[in-house]
Nanobody, 117 residues
Framework: QVQRVESGGGLVQTGGSLNLSCVVS????????VAWYRQAPGKQREWLAT???????NDAESAEGRFTISRDKAKKTVYLQMHSLKTEETAVYYC???????????WGQGTQVTVPS
């Protein structure tokens, strides 16, 4: 059974940094695609970044230059390093995975990031 666990969130001051982790087990980690999303209260889930093998793709303009996605195959972990965090980035951060171009059909619990004003 595939398990996906996000961690690393917390309370951080404006301008601070956090490094989120997403551990995916029970599947061949070498061939999956992993993406990070976030969902702020009352808003739709927003895609932030995707990593395919060792290629990276950051899409959200607000994250460009501040967020970096990476992976450690030995630890079966994908990271999202975030810098210069803003109040409006308070949200629950989720990771998702795809195997054979098929994304999972459910979401994990995510990890809460709070940037107080």
């Amino acid at each position: 059974q595939v398990q996906r666990v996000e961690s690393g969130g917390g309370l951080v001051q404006t301008g601070g940094s956090l490094n989120l982790s997403c551990v995916v087990s029970g599947i061949d980690f070498r061939v999956i695609t992993v993406a990070w999303y976030r969902q702020a209260p009352g808003k739709q889930r927003e895609w932030l970044a995707t990593i395919i093998n060792d290629r990276r793709k950051n899409d959200a303009e607000s994250a460009e230059g501040r967020f970096t996605i990476s992976r450690d195959k030995a630890k079966k972990t994908v990271y999202l390093q975030m810098h210069s965090l803003k109040t409006e980035e308070t949200a629950v951060y989720y990771c998702d995975y795809a195997y054979a171009n098929k994304w999972s059909t459910n979401w994990g619990q995510g990890t809460q990031v709070t940037v107080p004003s």
